[in-house]
Antibody, heavy 112, light 112 residues
Framework: QVQLTESGPGLVHPSETLSLTCTVSGFSLTGYSVYWVRQPSGKGLEWMGRMRYNGDTSYNSALKSRLSISRDTSKNQVFLKMNSLQTDDTGTYYC??????WGQGTLVTVSS | DVVLTQTPSTLSATIGQSVSISCRSSQSLLDSAGNTYLYWYLQRPGQSPQLLIYLVSNLGSGVPNRFSGSGSGTDFTLKISGVEAEDLGVYYCMQATHAPLTFGSGTKLEIK
């Protein structure tokens, strides 16, 4: 069955870079796109960007200057890197299989 | 960016009551190929969002048929015919016709 699992540091200091990994199973990264979506605590959902099945990427213009998404198909992993983190980047970060399946999310706190 | 306006922001219902949630888009979600990429998700407390409806009116896998979606162009509706206790949570619409993908601000369903 399809599974997506996000992993990352939990705590990041202001101005530092966030690195998250999405490990997938039950489907191929060359067959489906993977999205990153985030949710500030108690708030709504924001689409951050995607790694398409063919290796192309696209980003939310609001985050594009800080965001990079890459993948390792041999390890079934998609990576998110976002620099210059601030406190309003605190929230839960999800990876999804396109519009279909979601991971359980990983909480990222930006604090000194 | 496309703005999705959901109403109401909060909904209180008794078990068995039928309710509707509106999602209005700032632009038509019909693309040049005749597809409308409008989705509905439910986020139960403490969980990640799950897909309810895709492409306006198609029921997601395993989703009970008391959920239904309708609409076209810029106006869309999610209906729950006979609310059950497990339906409590926040409902989001999302569009994937225009980049970046965007979400509505959510409708919180409470059970009386």
């Amino acid at each position: 069955q399809v599974q997506l699992t996000e992993s990352g540091p939990g705590l990041v200091h202001p101005s530092e870079t966030l690195s998250l990994t999405c490990t997938v199973s039950g489907f191929s990264l060359t067959g489906y796109s993977v999205y990153w979506v985030r949710q500030p605590s108690g708030k709504g959902l924001e689409w951050m960007g995607r790694m398409r099945y063919n290796g192309d990427t696209s980003y939310n213009s609001a985050l594009k200057s800080r965001l990079s998404i890459s993948r390792d198909t041999s390890k079934n992993q998609v990576f998110l890197k976002m620099n210059s983190l601030q406190t309003d980047d605190t929230g839960t970060y999800y990876c999804t299989r396109g519009t279909w399946d979601w991971g359980q999310g990983t909480l990222v706190t930006v604090s000194s | 960016d496309v703005v999705l306006t959901q109403t109401p922001s909060t909904l209180s219902a008794t078990i068995g009551q039928s309710v509707s949630i509106s999602c209005r888009s700032s632009q038509s979600l019909l693309d040049s190929a005749g597809n409308t990429y409008l989705y509905w998700y439910l986020q139960r407390p403490g969980q990640s969002p799950q897909l309810l409806i895709y492409l306006v009116s198609n029921l997601g896998s395993g989703v009970p048929n008391r959920f239904s979606g309708s609409g076209s162009g810029t106006d869309f509706t999610l209906k729950i015919s006979g609310v059950e206790a497990e339906d409590l949570g926040v409902y989001y619409c999302m569009q994937a016709t225009h980049a970046p993908l965007t979400f509505g601000s959510g409708t919180k369903l409470e059970i009386k």
